[in-house]
């Protein structure tokens, strides 16, 4: 008899101890939830830090094509991205000249302030292309479609050293 009341005193509190299916499924309905929130909010934050990351970038490559204009009046650039190849030949066969080889009408390619020390090569490329407009201006096009529709293709910001002016265009 005694045995008996045991057993059954167990048993009871064995049954209010544990979760039921339906306890189980809502708790792992609302951690699914909580993990679609972070997981959104971490790739909205890393194509943030990106542009962040592009918007210095840019503000080096203005600083540095206006540098390259002050020693070089008369230098031009071509159309073309900067980007992570560089080398002393431009993307349209311009060659990198400086000192004594300096030509007043000469056009260099954007990766030529990286050849001639004017800027580091800092991983231009990937995301975003740079270019070079005017005395003393760089812009940041989206390239890659890992950014999203937001960023892809369209000229998100631009910096002009000479006047400290930048403009967001998003």
Request: proline share 1%; charged share 20%; with cysteine.
């Amino acid at each position: 008899m005694y045995w008996g009341k045991f057993m059954e005193k167990k048993c009871k509190t064995n049954r209010l101890a544990g979760f039921t299916l339906l306890e189980l499924l809502i708790a792992a309905t609302i951690i699914g939830i909580l993990a679609l929130f972070a997981t959104v909010g971490y790739r909205n934050s890393m194509a943030e830090a990106r542009v962040a990351e592009g918007r210095a970038k840019v503000k080096a490559l203005a600083i540095a094509n206006y540098r390259a204009h002050i020693d070089y009046p008369g230098i031009s650039f071509g159309n073309d991205a900067i980007s992570d190849t560089v080398s002393v030949v431009g993307g349209s066969g311009d060659v990198c000249k400086r000192g004594f080889a300096y030509a007043p009408t000469e056009t260099w390619a954007a990766s030529c302030l990286v050849a001639n020390g004017y800027v580091d090569a800092m991983g231009f490329g990937g995301y975003f292309q740079f270019k070079v407009k005017g005395d003393s201006e760089a812009c940041m096009y989206g390239a890659n479609s890992k950014l999203g529709s937001k960023y892809n293709g369209k000229e998100i910001y631009c910096y002009d050293a000479e006047t400290d002016k930048d403009t967001v265009n998003l």
